[in-house]
């Protein structure tokens, strides 16, 4: 139990000088445009107390409209409603004139950036305030308990290598902390195919990863293309399965990710985005950070300083002819601002205020430096600036801790890493796969394909609350996905899988040409009872572990025949599997989508997890193999564990 009090936002003699500060800004902005006139100089004064009435009693009824449109209409709102008070407190005013509504626009926006920047500067650091706002606008529990609570963090995509380097550099002062400080531990943990977040997060949250045989599958029993960052496909694989019993199901919050783990609460959760308005009922204390001047400017500023900075990342890299890279452009631009500005912000606020609630465990995914690597490279300056960002917020969820109505363990995991490379589409001059698939095959077959980038999906479904979907029209002949440097291949020509031999007579050329193709590693496909792996050099046998010539797995961890054994045995599996190549000495892969910084398949970095948790929650041997931990799975069952010892019914409640 901790009785330390709430930190103040403010002290009298800062709020003192934020009132000062507030009146100057506003009389700056009002002389400074031509375009507002001033016949009384008390008129200013009046200004000032108005606006903040209006802003008291408009408020309420923008959220109400706020909520229906999720974040993006918030954000709309805030944007726009600061300006409909300034005007309207005008018109109410007589000795203050505007020529019209966008005078008042710019009036408001020039007065909530002199005293947002003047605030940062004389009064108070950023993160004090933020910290003060989300630990202060929520009611703490009366209710204390001896037991600790628990807090997952993901750092999407952060392969134990790169932190690893990072806390070496210095560059992660808040993590290095903890191990140096707080005895904490770091070690990583191996991803199962396929290494992408819904196969690692559906092991972590649900318990059970099986049957999730990419990032987008088809079923031929349905027809059905399963996108599974998408609504429908999150909550496929969450209804088939959810026991009732995961890492959540004890009174946990789920925050932004794919599934619940069974949790109480769910917040910006895909799986139960479709009739679940607790992500909107949640912006009921968000409200009003965004429509305050500090919060929405400190979001706005930080934004647009975002952008700023990939618009001249990406031209520093086709400056430098940064290789391997991709063009960066367009929504991602925007869509950048939003993973590392608005939606962190959003979550942990979120995150801070269910610790002031009490809750007895928390799940949150920040996709900041994920995202960045898709597009960057993994190791990339900006990339790794993502990282340090992340490390902030650990800081602030660390030091928000100490004001919870109960203790809090902090476990930070990762769901898999990410390699680099030029994508295929890049070393065949504009052809993806599916384009050769088609020319291999007889030329007239119906073709679906998906190999386009699509995990910001998920962000953008978050936000907005709608949900998305991806559904086949005319049963396709071919069906042709990527999932990173992972490829898969259905044929629909086959009820059922289909078989080498099978393959070899209705496709002659098909299996021998996509081997010989720059950037193909093998393929995986059934023969008989058993799996194979093949390559232009050699073949292994996934069954018996035999193999001809050169094993195509040979210069792979010892086991990668394990791994793709399970994923080939999946129920949806594809008719053919196919792993791009993994370069000797760099270790870069190639995506069959336009990332450069990928992860799905075999090779690099990709695979290579992390956990730190505390020194005294030991990991049990019988989740590992050779003092490794190999699956999330197992990751599931290890913080199980440490939960359910820790928040053991012999630890009473107390009031």
């Known amino acids: 139990m901790n009785e330390t009090s709430l930190p103040q936002a403010l002290t009298t003699k800062q709020k003192i000088a934020q009132v000062v500060i507030a009146f100057i800004s506003l009389t700056l902005a009002i002389y400074l445009l031509p375009s507002v006139s001033l016949e009384y100089p008390w008129s200013i004064f009046s200004a000032f107390i108005v606006i903040g009435l209006l802003q008291f009693i408009v408020t309420p009824f923008f959220t109400l409209i706020a909520r229906y449109f999720g974040i993006i209409g918030l954000l709309l709102l805030s944007f726009f409603g600061n300006a409909f008070i300034v005007w309207l407190a005008f018109i109410l005013l007589p000795g203050i004139q505007t020529t019209d509504l966008w005078s008042a626009f710019l009036c408001a926006w020039l007065y909530a950036i002199i005293i947002t920047l003047a605030n940062w500067v004389f009064v108070s650091q950023s993160n004090d305030m933020f910290l003060a706002f989300a630990t202060r606008s929520v009611k703490r529990t009366n209710q204390h308990t001896d037991n600790s609570g628990f807090l997952f963090v993901q750092l999407d995509g952060v392969s134990a290598p790169v932190l690893d380097w990072q806390l070496k550099a210095g560059n992660l002062p808040n993590i290095a902390r903890l191990i140096r400080e707080e005895d904490y531990d770091f070690r990583s943990w191996h991803a199962q195919l396929p290494s992408t977040t819904p196969a690692s997060q559906a092991g972590i949250l649900l318990g059970k990863n099986d049957d999730i045989p990419a990032f987008r599958w088809y079923e031929k029993k349905t027809a059905e293309l399963v996108v599974a ?57 968000y409200d009003s950070y965004f429509y305050s001047t500090f ?97 902030n917020v650990l800081g602030l969820l660390w030091r928000a801790k100490a004001f919870a109505p109960r203790a809090y363990e902090i476990i930070i995991v990762s769901d898999h890493g990410q390699s ?76 059922r899988r289909a078989d080498y031999d099978e393959i070899r007579h209705d496709y002659p050329k098909l299996i021998d040409n996509l081997m010989k193709l720059d950037g193909i590693g093998f393929i995986v496909v059934k023969k008989a009872k058993s799996y194979i792996c093949l390559s232009s050099n050699g073949t292994f046998d996934l069954s018996s572990n035999k ?94 564990t440490w939960l359910r010892a820790e928040q053991a019914p012999s630890k009473r409640a107390k009031k």
């Open 229 to 285: 960052n998408q609504f429908q496909g999150a909550q496929l694989i969450e209804r088939r399965l959810s026991t009732g019993d995961g890492l959540l199901a004890n009174d946990g919050v789920s925050i932004g990710n794919l599934f619940s783990g069974d949790a109480k609460t769910n917040i910006m959760v895909m799986s139960k985005i479709d009739g679940d308005r607790e992500s909107i009922r949640s912006l009921r204390s």
């Open 295 to 391: 919060g929405f400017m400190r979001s706005f500023i930080l934004s647009l300083a975002e952008m700023a900075k990939e618009v001249y990342q990406a031209r520093r890299q086709v400056s430098r002819d940064v290789q391997p890279r991709i063009d960066r452009h367009g929504s991602y631009i925007l869509l950048r601002a939003m993973t590392n500005v608005l939606l962190r912000d959003l979550q942990t606020t979120l995150v801070i205020q269910n610790m002031m609630r009490g809750v007895s465990s928390i799940y949150v995914d920040y996709l900041d430096y994920d995202e960045i690597a898709h597009h960057a490279g993994v190791a990339r300056s900006e990339s790794l600036d993502a990282l340090t960002g992340l490390d």
């Open 420 to 495: 680099q490379g030029a994508t295929f589409k890049q070393l065949h001059d504009g052809k993806n796969l599916e384009d050769f698939v088609l020319e291999f095959m007889n030329g007239n077959e119906k073709i679906l394909s998906a190999t386009d980038p699509v995990e910001q999906n998920s962000v953008k479904a978050s936000l907005t609350n709608k949900e998305t979907g991806q559904k086949t029209q005319d049963k396709p002949d071919v069906v042709v996905t990527g999932s990173g440097n992972l490829g898969n291949i259905w044929l629909n020509r086959y009820p």
């Open 547 to 640: 193999s001809s010539g050169v094993s195509p797995v040979a210069p792979y961890p010892a086991e990668t025949a394990t791994a793709l054994l399970r994923l080939a045995s999946m129920k949806n599996a594809p008719d053919i599997i196919v792993l791009s190549s993994c370069e000797e000495g760099s270790n870069e892969v190639h995506a069959f989508e336009e990332l450069v910084g990928n992860h799905g398949g075999i090779g690099g970095w990709q695979r290579e997890a992390i956990l730190l948790h505390p020194h005294r929650f030991s990991v049990s041997k019988k989740f590992t193999t050779d003092g490794e931990i190999y699956g999330a799975e197992n990751l599931h069952n290890i913080l199980k």
